[in-house]
């Protein structure tokens, strides 16, 4: 079974509005992490946010924000007023264990492109 | 800025030739990832290191071996590289508190 899944190829969107961009995942270990990366067109790898199996309350980063449903193993991530410049391809990925004692081998999905309209 | 060069950035090679791909880091983080990205699958993990002379298989490591010699420098290696291992390659170091991944700015490798 695929460990992250993210079921949009592709999401347009126009500035200004708000997008969510969905990410489900699978694991059976109580300790996990959940990323969001943002890859554009040059190529580099951008960690955006990030979200603890154990946190509370969803992460927030600015315009972006990580809506974490833990028992529908959800981790969407929502960019508000979306600017021109977020037009990139975005991963959503997982670490499954303790950080202190198994580093940090995620799995990522195979993303979503989003494209932002004028 | 994570303080992380990959060397080469590009590369075409010949099938059948061994290629190695350097990643050097200047944060003295313990934790080192080779992760390859083609389209349709993400990033996947190849080898990763969790200390100088302690490496890992990950989910890719058929046709690769890694070395870890010093703490800044971890190497992958293709023995003979095959038109399969075509790809844009990325190392990565973690910060400890989260588990968050500092990427390099990627090898892209073409075989021929």
């Known amino acids: 079974a695929q460990k992250i899944t993210q079921t949009q190829p592709g999401m347009f969107v126009q500035e200004k509005e708000a997008v969510t961009l969905d990410c489900t995942y699978d694991t059976s270990d109580p300790s996990y992490g959940l990323f969001w990366y943002k890859q554009p067109s040059s190529g580099e790898m951008i960690f955006l946010i990030y979200q603890g199996s154990y946190d509370q309350q969803n992460a927030t980063e600015g315009r972006y924000s990580l809506n974490f449903q833990k028992a529908r193993k959800s981790a969407n991530l929502v960019i508000s007023a979306s600017q021109l410049g977020d037009s990139a391809m975005y991963f959503c990925a997982m670490r499954e264990g303790r950080v202190e004692t198994s580093g940090s081998r995620l799995t990522f999905g195979e993303g979503t492109q989003l494209t932002v309209n004028p | 800025d994570a303080g992380i060069t990959q060397s080469p950035r590009h590369k075409v090679t010949e099938t059948g030739t061994p290629v190695t791909l350097r990643c050097h880091q200047t944060?003295?983080?313990?934790?080192m990832y080779w992760y390859r990205q083609d389209p349709g699958h993400g990033l996947r993990l190849i080898h990763y290191s969790y200390g100088v002379k302690d490496t890992d298989k990950g989910e890719v490591s058929d046709g690769y071996s890694v070395s870890r010699s010093k703490t800044e420098d971890f190497l992958l290696t293709l023995e003979s590289a095959t038109s399969s291992q075509t790809s844009v390659y990325f190392c990565?170091?973690?910060?400890?508190?989260?588990?968050?991944?500092?990427f390099g700015e990627g090898s892209r490798l073409t075989v021929l």
């Open positions: 990565a170091i973690s910060e400890f508190r989260s588990g968050e991944l500092f």
């Open positions: 944060e003295n983080h313990r934790y």
